[in-house]
C-alpha cells in the first residue's frame, strides 16, 4: 500500500511540472493552426547511413552538408543534388561535426575523445586534436574561424585555437553533466553552452569568464543559438518548449525576468531551434515528427508542418533558399522551405543599421573598386615586384583622391598602393613596399602622394608614375596618419610610437620630432595659417602644437575617469573648427582659436574611426566600424543623412530578398567596416575604404 502512494504521489508531481509545459503558463498564446503533411517517400535521400544519425552540419556557403553517425562514417554531400560526394570512416562514434567559416574544412568530433580536421575538397583527414580525456559532445567553430569550442561529456568546454591546436580558455565548474550545443556569437566574442542540467550558459570568449546563467527549461537543453544582432537567445528542450531569451549580464537577475516567448506547440522533445535571418521568426523540429516556424512578435505558430518521421537531428539554413536537413535515425533528408509552405523572412535591410531611422539611407556607390588584375607594379621601396604583372584583391587599405575627383589613391595590408582612374573604373598602375602601408595622402600644389608604412617609413611617389621620389625615416612603429600643409611644403605625420614628426618638402628632412603623448597617436591635422596642428590620441588627450617642442593639452581640465581614447580627427578648411572621433562613439567638436569645446555629436551606433570635412565647410562625414557613414551639418550639428557601406553581394542578396528569394544569405549581416573617409578636392565626390571594397560616392547636395 505504501508503495502504491508513493507511485501516486510521483504521478501527481510530475503531472503538475508537465501541465505548465502542455498548456504554456508563460507566453502560451500559441496558435495551433492547420498541419500540413509532406510526403517524405517522395523525396531523395540526401545520404544513408547503417547506424543512427548523431550529427549534422551545412556549409556555411549553403552548397553543402556534412552528416556524421554511430557508425563512425562522416559522409559530405552536395545539397542541391541529393548526392553523396564522399564518406570518410572513423574510429569512434561521431558526436558532432562543423564547418569553418571558408567551408573548406570539418571538424569532427568523436567518443573515442579525438577531434579531427578534414578537407572539404579532397575527403581526407587533414590534422587532428591531441586526445582528449572525456568523450567529445558538442563542438562549434566560431564565425572568425579563430576558436573551436569542444564540450564533452563531464559538463567542462574547452576553446581551442584551430591553427595552432592550442588552449585557448577552459569554461569550467557552471555545468557538471553532458554539454549538448554550443552557439558563438557572430562578432565570436561570446559562447552559449546548453546542457543537460536543464540550463543554457553565457561566457566572454576572450577572458573565458562566465557571464549568466539560463534557467526556465525543465528538461536537458538540445540546442541554443544567438540572432544575428547578438540581441536574443533561443533554445529547445526535451521538455518540448523552445524559449527565447534576452541576454543578460547581471549574474543575479531572474532567468524568468529574460523570457520574451516560451513558444509552445510540439508534444515530443524539440531537437532543434533556430532563428531566421530576420530575428523576427524562428524554426523548431521535433521528434514528434514536426516542423514549426514561429513568428516572434507574437509567440504564435506560422506554419506547422507534419513530416511523417521522427526528426532527431536537423539544421535550417538561410543559404540558398532555406534548405531544410533532418534525419530520422539513419536516413538524412533536405528539403526547400518553400515546399514546406514556409513564409519567407525578410532579410535584414540597410535600414536596420541606421542610427537615424528618420533619415533617408543612401545604400548604392556611384562605384566599387576592387580587383585590380594583370597590371604592372611600378618600383617601390625594397620592392622585389617590381615589373611584375599581379592580381591582387584590396585588403582594408586607407584612400583619398588627387586630381579634382578624377583620381583616387588606395593603399593597403597587402604591401600595396593602387591609382585608380574613376572614368574607368579601372587602376591606372601599382606601387608596392616592403611592408604593410597604413596611410595616405595628396598634395595637389606639390603633386606628391605620401604613404606611411607598417615600419615607420613614409614613401613620396609622383602621383603621374608612381615612382619613389624620396622616403622619410624617423618613426619607429607604423604610421598613422598623415598630413599635409596647405602650401605643400610640409608633412605632418602621426605614429603607433607616440611621436608627431613635420617634414620639409623642400629639403626633405624632419623639422623637429614632437615628444608628449604617452600612448600611440590616432590622427594628425595642420591649421589652414600653418600656425599649430593638431594631435589624437588613445592616451585620451587633444594637444596642439605651435612648435615641434611646445605643445598644449586642450582637455586636461575634463576628470580623468571621463576622459576618451580619441580614435580619429578632422579640420575645418577654414580653420575655424575641428573635430574628433571618440571611443564612447561620440563626436566632439572644438573651436581652433581657443581652448573651448563648442558641440558635442552622438547618436551613433559604433565608435567614430573616420572624419572628414567637406571643402566648403558645410558637412562633416563620420564613418564607423559598423559600416555607417553619417553626414552631420555644420550649422545645427544634427545628421541629414547617411550612407551604409555594403559589399556587392550582400546588397545583391538584399535585393533578392525583396523578390522572396535568397541565394547564399549570410550567417551574420556584417556591413563591411569603414576605414577611411575623404572628399575630393572639388566637393564633388566621396571616398570611402573597408573591407575589400573601396566605395565612391556623389557630394553632398543642397
Known amino acids: 500500500m505504501k508503495k502504491i502512494i508513493e507511485l501516486l504521489f510521483f504521478c501527481c508531481v510530475n503531472l503538475f511540472l508537465f501541465f505548465p509545459i502542455v498548456f504554456g503558463v508563460e507566453s502560451s498564446n500559441s496558435s495551433s493552426g492547420s498541419i500540413l503533411k509532406l510526403d517524405v517517400n517522395q523525396l531523395k535521400p540526401l545520404c544513408e547511413h547503417k547506424e543512427n544519425i548523431n550529427a549534422i552540419a551545412i556549409s556555411p556557403n549553403g552548397k553543402l552538408a556534412a552528416t556524421g553517425s554511430a557508425d563512425r562514417f562522416l559522409i559530405l554531400s552536395d545539397i542541391n543534388n541529393s548526392k553523396e560526394l564522399w564518406r570518410l570512416q572513423f574510429r569512434g562514434v561521431i558526436s558532432s561535426v562543423a564547418f569553418t567559416p571558408d567551408s573548406k574544412r570539418i571538424l569532427v568530433g568523436c567518443r573515442d575523445k579525438n577531434l579531427i580536421i578534414c578537407d572539404v575538397d579532397s575527403g581526407k583527414e587533414s590534422a587532428r586534436f591531441n586526445a582528449f580525456t572525456r568523450a567529445i559532445t558538442a563542438i562549434e567553430v566560431s564565425p572568425n574561424g579563430k576558436y573551436v569550442a569542444v564540450g564533452f561529456d563531464n559538463g567542462v568546454t574547452l576553446i581551442l585555437e584551430i591553427e595552432t591546436k592550442k588552449l585557448h580558455k577552459e569554461l569550467s565548474n557552471v555545468h557538471s553533466v553532458s554539454i549538448f550545443d554550443i552557439s558563438f556569437s557572430s562578432k565570436s566574442d561570446r559562447v552559449l553552452i546548453a546542457s543537460q542540467d536543464a540550463s543554457v550558459s553565457i561566457w566572454n570568449v576572450n577572458d ?41 549580464s547581471n549574474s ?30 524562428a524554426y523548431s523540429a521535433s521528434t514528434d515528427k514536426t516542423l514549426i516556424q514561429w513568428n516572434l512578435r507574437d509567440g504564435k505558430q506560422i506554419a506547422k508542418i507534419d513530416v511523417g518521421q521522427v526528426v532527431n537531428r536537423a539544421v535550417f539554413s538561410p543559404a540558398t533558399a532555406y534548405y531544410v536537413v533532418w534525419s530520422s535515425l539513419k536516413r538524412a533528408v533536405v528539403v526547400k522551405s518553400e515546399e514546406l509552405k514556409f513564409t ?3 532579410y535584414p535591410v ?24 594583370n597590371v604592372k607594379v611600378e618600383g617601390g621601396v625594397n620592392s622585389a615586384a617590381a615589373g611584375e604583372l599581379k592580381t591582387f584583391l584590396p585588403k582594408g587599405g586607407k584612400s583619398c583622391f588627387f586630381v579634382d575627383s578624377q583620381y583616387a ?19 591606372e598602375y601599382l606601387f608596392s613596399h616592403s611592408a604593410a602601408l597604413t596611410a595616405v595622402a595628396f598634395s595637389p600644389l606639390s603633386a606628391v602622394i605620401a604613404a606611411g608604412s607598417k615600419d615607420g617609413s613614409i614613401i613620396l611617389l609622383n602621383p603621374k608614375s608612381g615612382k619613389t621620389l624620396t622616403v622619410f625615416r624617423g618613426h619607429t612603429a607604423s604610421i598613422t596618419d598623415l598630413a599635409f600643409s596647405s602650401n605643400g ?43 599649430k596642428a593638431i594631435t589624437v590620441s588613445a592616451d585620451k588627450t587633444i594637444r596642439v602644437w605651435t612648435s615641434s617642442n611646445k605643445s598644449e593639452v586642450w582637455n586636461e581640465s575634463k576628470p580623468e575617469n571621463k576622459r576618451l581614447e580619441f580614435t580619429s580627427i578632422a579640420i575645418d578648411s577654414a580653420g575655424v573648427w575641428f573635430a574628433v572621433g571618440c571611443e564612447n562613439k561620440t563626436i566632439e567638436i572644438w573651436q581652433a582659436g581657443e581652448k573651448k569645446q563648442i558641440a558635442t555629436l552622438s547618436g551613433l551606433r559604433d565608435v567614430p574611426v573616420a572624419l572628414a570635412v567637406s571643402p566648403d565647410g558645410r558637412h562633416l562625414l563620420s564613418g564607423g566600424r559598423d559600416g ?14 547617411t550612407f551604409v557601406q555594403l559589399s556587392e553581394q550582400l546588397e545583391k542578396q538584399i535585393s533578392e530578398s525583396k523578390k522572396g528569394w535568397i541565394q547564399s544569405v549570410l550567417q551574420a549581416i556584417e556591413y563591411e567596416p569603414i576605414v577611411s573617409i575623404k572628399f575630393s578636392n572639388d566637393g564633388k565626390k566621396i571616398i570611402s575604404s573597408g573591407g575589400s571594397n573601396i566605395y565612391i560616392w556623389n557630394g553632398i547636395k543642397e
Not at 555607417?628 to 543623412?641: A, D, G, L, R, S
Request: proline share 5%.
Open 208 to 248: 573565458g569568464k562566465w557571464i549568466y546563467s539560463f534557467k526556465g527549461h525543465r528538461g536537458a537543453v538540445k540546442s541554443v543559438s544567438f540572432d544575428y544582432r547578438n540581441e536574443k537567445i533561443i533554445s529547445s528542450s526535451m521538455d518540448r518548449s523552445v524559449i527565447v531569451w534576452k541576454p543578460s
Open 252 to 281: 543575479k537577475q531572474d532567468s524568468k525576468e529574460l523570457i520574451l516567448h516560451r513558444l509552445i506547440g510540439h508534444s515530443a522533445e524539440v531537437s532543434f531551434a533556430c532563428f531566421a535571418p530576420d530575428a523576427e521568426t
Open 344 to 346: 519567407v523572412p525578410k
Open 350 to 373: 540597410p535600414e536596420d543599421k541606421n542610427p537615424f531611422p528618420k533619415l533617408a539611407v543612401v545604400s548604392r556607390p556611384v562605384m566599387r573598386l576592387n580587383a585590380y588584375v
Open 409 to 427: 589613391v588606395t593603399v593597403g595590408a597587402d604591401n600595396t598602393g593602387v591609382v585608380w582612374n574613376l572614368e574607368t573604373g579601372k587602376s
Open 489 to 531: 611644403k610640409r608633412l605632418a605625420s602621426a605614429g603607433e610610437d607616440k611621436l608627431f614628426i613635420t617634414w620639409n618638402l623642400d629639403t626633405g628632412q624632419s623639422e623637429g620630432v614632437s615628444i608628449g603623448h604617452k600612448a600611440k597617436l590616432s590622427g594628425v591635422v595642420i591649421s589652414s595659417d600653418m600656425s
Open 628 to 641: 555607417v557613414i553619417v553626414v552631420w551639418n555644420t550649422k545645427t550639428w544634427k545628421p541629414e543623412k
